[in-house]
């Protein structure tokens, strides 16, 4: 990588289905001059995660739409290398939208400084960021779980899952994991320390999901869709909560499932058991922030959360880490090393 | 109707789809005598309402179901006509889920005394019973509404929603009905103030609901399912709050919709608009009794709410009466006088 060129990646087409090679574009730009109370920030760490796959398509949202020939949006840590802001100095370590590019001019709005002493950079994409703060609001706010209850996650290895679990099980709960794979399980359930998992590749998965909650489901963190939800839904408690943080099995697809409509079978679900289904994103508690970094970062650091990292290296790779990360190829927090860390 | 006789009807069997006249039997016994405690009271007004048709069915739900050879559970207002209780004299009237049948045996747990001076006494079996409190309560604790929002009400010439659409109106949203005819619909926008109001038997009803909510819909007050719930699927803002109250379209169903999968929209929709769906009973809002009387009393007096009541003559067409409720041929809140009103 030279120090004249900054590649981005583009969105070239919106996806039809799953995104493909050519819905995105590797473009070549120079590298940017901070204008006047601007800087320059070169990515060391760009997060990829699900939401992207929304902003990608044409379709109502909770956010604006990418643009065609816009650089991907996305989360990262950079390091600025310029700076006529006063508020940022060269060698300072930030987080912000930077998005897919090697480096990002901004006016610093939106960006915040990390302190390198106080945890690993990156985990600022991960546990202590936004999918470290979706798991913790989301779980506070909407699932808030009870001692003794049994919470069923979904996407248990992943970013947010992995954290709703261990939180899940400080607040003193029966916690369920589902995964893409005997491996994943094997994790959630030995080093995250879940009471259970269990892979929805399994043939008998909705019956070993069943067998694992002896007594109902009161919350369930839906991140998937499809077929997990399906196989909760028979599980439900009276006065469960299902908050809806994410459906990536839904994300590409086309058409609906042929089959018989089950809207019915869910309301009568939420009504004879008083259910509450919410969706929310991690901005609608904002106002939370400073209490989840203070809380999450001591248990990180007491060890009573853990969190897996899956490190790919090269910004070129990204749009292939991403068509994977919506196929649940990744294994943990999904991270694209751009450029080195120079904290390490 | 001899004194010496009480007429009861009982579950004869559990309903295959729609009750029919043979799911039902009209047994006729000795009326009791009261024993220590007891009290005895002839029914006057006895309420038929659709949560009974749950009752029938031995399916799992908030409440426990009939047995075969009961008698049919039921909200009625009744006089004392013997008492070992010195808490009820003879003549008093009461409210009480004493049952489709003529007289009934109690130790008066659960009946309260009506003060006939206040209001009509049939009343209570709905603008100031059970009906007009779940309006008021479910409105108020789920559905949330702001002034200047829109409220969609489903069932809206019934019991329940006729008090939810006037409730809205008081707080100052733009209200929304649908109804199952056009002279419903009539009464719904002419007698009781409803801004507009759709039949869902329109052929276009879908796009005559949308066009009647050029702002989306911020609240859903779901009482019916089905293709209602999903006309008004794609109408919602964000922040959406569905209160599930019934799902009278439902009930009799054997199977479900042979159509596609419709949950993927539906969550989707709850994810993208951040919205709430959730279901309840009225006694959830047990300990906001008191002050719904007290509202709602004053509304009902000062004429800002409303109310309509479906008499049919004769315990001995309960059934039919019930049967047709589930078909939606009541108009009003369906009310079978059993025996003369007293204090008429």
Excluded at 67 to 75: F, S
Aim: hydrophobic share 40%.
């Amino acid at each position: 990588m030279s120090k004249e060129t900054n590649r981005q990646i583009l969105l070239a087409a919106r996806p039809e289905g799953a995104p493909k090679a050519s819905d995105f574009e590797l473009a070549e730009t120079s590298v940017p001059a901070p204008g006047e109370g601007e800087l320059v920030a070169r990515t060391i760490y760009l997060s990829l995660d699900p939401y992207m796959r929304g902003r990608m398509s044409n379709m109502q949202s909770y956010a604006k739409p990418v643009e065609i020939g816009d650089v991907m949006p996305g989360g990262a840590v950079s390091q600025v290398v310029a700076s006529n802001n006063p508020k940022f100095a060269t060698g300072d370590i930030l987080f912000g939208y930077s998005g897919w590019q090697d480096y990002a001019l901004t006016n610093g709005k939106g960006f915040r400084k990390l302190d390198p002493a106080r945890a690993p950079i990156s985990t600022s994409l991960g546990i202590l960021g936004m999918p470290g703060m979706t798991a913790y609001a989301g779980l506070k706010n909407i699932g808030e779980p009870k001692e003794g209850e049994t919470l069923v996650v979904a996407a248990a290895s992943g970013a947010v899952g992995s954290a709703v679990g261990q939180i899940g099980r400080i607040r003193g709960c029966r916690v369920v994991g589902v995964a893409g794979s005997a491996e994943k399980c094997e994790f959630v359930a030995e080093e995250l320390g879940f009471d259970a998992c269990i892979s929805h590749r399994d043939p008998d998965f909705a019956g070993k999901l069943a067998a694992a909650c002896p007594n109902g489901v009161d919350v369930y963190w839906e991140n998937v869709g499809g077929k997990v939800f399906e196989a909760v839904l028979p599980l439900f408690n009276h006065f469960a909560r299902v908050p809806v943080c994410g459906l990536i099995a839904q994300y590409n697809a086309t058409a609906l499932p042929e089959a018989p409509n089950k809207i019915p079978v869910l309301m009568r679900s939420v009504l004879s058991n008083r259910m509450r289904i919410q969706g929310f994103i991690v901005w609608d508690f904002a106002d939370q922030e400073g209490e989840f970094q203070e809380t999450m970062s001591g248990w990180v650091r007491e060890g009573r959360v853990k969190y897996r990292e899956d490190f790919v290296d090269g910004l070129e790779n990204a749009p292939d880490a991403f068509m994977g990360l919506l196929e649940g190829k990744n294994f943990g927090k999904l991270v694209v090393r751009v450029s080195p860390d120079p904290t390490q």
